[in-house]
């Protein structure tokens, strides 16, 4: 009984030291000119959507949620965000080439249609990123125009 008692005391004292260690936050001021929201002609609709649904992870400004400013959530979000910058910036669109962007929007629609992104664990909490059957049919509609803009 005493083992862990120790246990548990050390495992409080952990969890409270590891709120002091802080996190690279992902957040912006500004919307840089290069922005895809900002270059392409985008319906308010799928704007909105995109932004919903997307945009927390995959551009320089994430609307945080109240549960981020809790140690090791934190360090879950923001590995999640890294990740997904690395993979695509919405914020940084129009400094890719457009080949770059055909692969890109070509992975857009895969994961949106196959139901991959937004990932499980987002909408989770984010219910609202979820997309419909005709949201996801005017998503990718706009996506593939726009490949075949390119």
């Known amino acids: 009984m005493k083992a862990v008692k120790i246990i548990a005391i050390v495992l409080l004292v952990?969890?409270?030291?590891?709120?002091?260690?802080?996190?690279?936050?992902?957040?912006?001021d500004s919307v840089p000119k290069t922005d895809?929201?900002?270059?392409?002609?985008?319906?308010?609709?799928?704007?909105?959507?995109?932004?919903v649904s997307c945009y927390?992870?995959?551009?320089?400004?994430?609307q945080y949620p109240w549960y981020n400013k809790v140690q090791p959530v934190a360090w879950f979000l923001e590995g999640h965000i890294k990740e997904g910058k690395s993979e695509l910036n919405f914020n940084e669109w129009d400094a890719l080439s457009n080949r770059r962007k055909?692969?890109?929007?070509?992975?857009i629609?895969?994961?949106?249609e196959s139901g991959e992104m937004p990932l499980a664990s987002y909408?989770?909490?984010?219910?609202?990123?979820?997309?419909?059957e005709e949201e996801t049919k005017q998503v990718v509609k706009y996506m593939e125009n726009l490949k075949d803009s390119l």
């Open 14 to 28: 952990a969890f409270v030291v590891i709120q002091f260690i802080p996190v690279d936050r992902n957040q912006s």
């Open 102 to 107: 055909a692969s890109k929007l070509r992975s």
């Open 109 to 112: 629609i895969k994961q949106i």
């Open 123 to 132: 909408t989770l909490i984010h219910k609202d990123a979820i997309f419909s």
């Open 36 to 51: 895809f929201m900002l270059v392409n002609d985008v319906p308010s609709d799928i704007k909105d959507k995109l932004r």
């Open 56 to 62: 927390d992870c995959h551009s320089n400004n994430t």
